[in-house]
């Protein structure tokens, strides 16, 4: 997704571009993590507290983030 979204960008500075492709995919991973739950209530599914996908998506949505901030 950093690869797509850095590709979409245009401008001549690489690291504009590297910061803004982990700026906006660290963003749709974290509403990714934040829709999975209202998600399974419209589907009408049982809603837990902790699901594997939910985490393992807020985990790579942190990661990227940190390395926007870095």
Request: glycine fraction near 6%; charge should be positive; aromatic fraction near 10%.
């Given at each position: ?69 870095i």
């Amino acid at each position: 997704m950093i690869a797509i979204i850095f590709f979409i960008l245009d401008s001549p500075d690489n690291k504009y571009l590297f910061s803004m492709a982990t700026a906006y995919t660290g963003l749709i991973l974290l509403a990714a993590t934040l829709l999975i739950g209202p998600l399974n209530l419209i589907k009408g599914k049982n809603n837990p507290v902790s699901s594997y996908l939910r985490r393992d998506i807020g985990i790579w949505a942190a990661v990227v983030s940190i390395i926007h901030v870095i």
